[in-house]
């Protein structure tokens, strides 16, 4: 299968950008708006997705339809997905591109294929693939292959395996790396500051890991914007380690803590904006502490 229409699911920061990527290859990408706040509706333009009116038409029009949302919705929309595929008895490949648990992601796939649509499991790494950034797409599933000649149309596809839910445990362990530890390093940089520890912390750093301290607190910065979203990404992977047997407790305090900097105005930051200083983003979290 060579796909050339492609549905995306929402044209957010991570899901225009596959989008354009998509389009300069040739590739004719649809999406629904409906309900999509005005920030992803001009994403979705500047990047020359074609707008449809609901999920009944979207599915009729596409040969792929790529789920890239915050994972709190993405049960709610396959199901929306399921129950156009349904009344239009339209056929599809399903992928499901969240940051969320194999669990849920086993889940998405028996709502989508009872519909009669063909699931791929997929975890994205990286930022956007936009100005030479390695973004990786992994997969999983039966059979991968509408996914993998997307090789052919600029984006990076690796095949994992081939059962529902060891892409989006790979997604779930590589975030716990790197979303989990930044979430530390927020803490613990915020409490030295509240100890009025931060200068003494600072100093001794540099003594020890700092290659580790200085590539982990580098994304506290842009952090604060994506905090919001990263809450239910944690929570995933909390659930992820629980089904192991292993303890969720570290997962479910960072998706507190970025509940906490959510809570923070500097969320209120969009992308479009420059990255705050380190010390700003503490001072100002250590600020929130006495209110």
């Not at 333009?45 to 449809?52: H, P």
């Not at 915050?70 to 490949?93: F, H, N, W, Y």
């Amino acid at each position: 299968m060579n796909p050339t229409a492609v549905g995306i699911l929402s044209p957010g920061d991570m899901g225009s950008a596959i989008g354009r990527v998509l389009r300069e290859h040739g590739v004719d990408v649809f999406t629904c708006l409906e309900g999509r706040s005005e920030l992803t509706r001009r994403w979705a333009q500047e990047a020359g997705f074609k707008d449809v009116a609901d999920y009944d038409q979207l599915v009729k029009q596409v040969q792929l339809l790529m789920s890239v949302l915050v994972p709190a919705e993405a049960i709610s929309v396959a199901q929306q997905v399921a129950g156009s595929l349904k009344r239009t008895g339209a056929k599809l490949v399903y992928v499901d591109c969240n940051a969320v648990s194999p669990q849920t992601a086993i889940e998405i796939a028996r709502i989508v294929t009872e519909a009669g649509a063909t699931f791929i499991d997929a975890g994205i790494i990286g930022s956007p693939p936009r100005d030479g950034a390695n973004t990786r797409f992994y997969c999983s599933g039966p059979d991968c292959s509408a996914l993998e000649a997307f090789r052919e149309f600029g984006l990076t596809i690796r095949v994992v395996g081939p059962e529902v839910g060891q892409a989006s445990g790979l997604k779930m362990v590589y975030a716990a790396s790197t979303k989990g530890t930044t979430a530390l390093w927020t803490e613990l940089l915020v409490a030295a500051k509240a100890l009025g520890l931060d200068e003494a912390l600072a100093a001794e750093l540099p003594l020890g890991r700092s290659d580790i301290s200085s590539r982990i607190t580098g994304g506290i910065p842009s952090m604060p914007r994506r905090a919001r979203r990263w809450v239910g990404e944690m929570e995933e992977i909390a659930a992820t380690f629980d089904s192991l047997g292993l303890t969720p407790l570290m997962l479910q305090g960072a998706a507190e803590i970025y509940r906490f900097v959510g809570a923070n105005t500097l969320a209120d930051q969009t992308s479009q904006e420059p990255n705050l200083s380190l010390d700003l983003v503490i001072d100002s979290l250590a600020r929130q502490l006495n209110k």
